[in-house]
């Protein structure tokens, strides 16, 4: 099953295995929004928008329409 940056859960680490450029902006690929990074939700903001994220060691806050565009493995913790 493919999931997305939308679909993780607080707490829960993912690896980027696909990132469509087309949608995201090129700032959040340069603070490593790049396949093979891992990335956490740290914490969602209230009506779950946007997620405050911790991608590679950079925290980052992003919309949910935005997410929704890079794909994730979920890590078995």
Same mark, same amino acid.
Do not use: W
């Given at each position: $099953? ?5 679909? =993780?859960?607080? #707490?829960? =680490? &993912? /690896? /980027?295995?696909?990132?469509?450029? %087309?949608? %995201? @902006? ?5 603070? #490593?929004?790049? @396949? &093979? ?8 903001? @209230?009506?779950?928008? @946007? $997620?405050?994220?911790?991608?590679? &060691?950079?925290?980052?806050? =992003?919309?949910?329409?935005?997410? /929704?565009?890079?794909?994730?493995? =979920?890590?078995?913790?």
């Amino acid at each position: $099953m493919k999931y997305t940056l939308a679909d =993780i859960k607080r #707490g829960q =680490i &993912g /690896i /980027i295995t696909d990132v469509s450029s %087309i949608h %995201i @902006p090129l700032k959040l690929l340069e603070m #490593g929004c790049l @396949p &093979g990074n891992s990335v956490e939700l740290v914490q969602v903001a @209230p009506f779950a928008d @946007p $997620m405050y994220l911790n991608i590679n &060691g950079t925290h980052l806050a =992003i919309r949910k329409e935005t997410a /929704i565009h890079v794909l994730i493995d =979920i890590a078995d913790v």
